[in-house]
């Protein structure tokens, strides 16, 4: 069964940065994608970055501030959010589908997503 787990929301003032994680189990990172979503208080889920395999392809809404790293021995990917404003506030899930399959067709996996609240 393949599952995933977000971890590191939190509070963080506005210009701060977090790390947040998302181990997989049940398979390997390099035989999916997985993307990273947020969904803020009230609106739609939004789509930030998907990988599958070394390819990134993150959302201009988050270029230049938020970056996607892998550990493939711990079988986890990273999303790091800098320069964090209010607007970042809500909950960040991973979720994963079939290798090379783009994001916005739709996933198949999700986690339970971690909340991250960005606030003076």
């Known amino acids: 069964q393949l599952q995933l787990v977000e971890s590191g929301g939190g509070l963080v003032q506005p210009g701060g940065s977090l790390k947040l994680s998302c181990e997989v189990s049940g398979i390997t990172l390099d035989q999916v994608t997985i993307g990273w979503f947020h969904q803020a208080p009230g609106k739609e889920r939004e789509e930030l970055s998907c990988?599958?395999?070394?390819?990134?392809h993150l959302m201009d809404s988050v270029k230049g501030r938020f970056t996607i790293s892998k550990d493939n021995g711990k079988n986890t990917i990273f999303l790091q959010m800098d320069g964090l404003r209010l607007e970042d506030t809500g909950t960040y899930f991973c979720?994963?589908?079939?290798?090379?399959?783009?994001?916005?067709?739709?996933?198949?996996?999700w986690g339970k997503g971690t909340l991250v609240t960005v606030s003076s």
């Open positions: 979720a994963s589908n079939a290798y090379g399959r783009r994001c916005d067709l739709g996933m198949e996996y």
């Open positions: 990988t599958s395999g070394a390819s990134t």
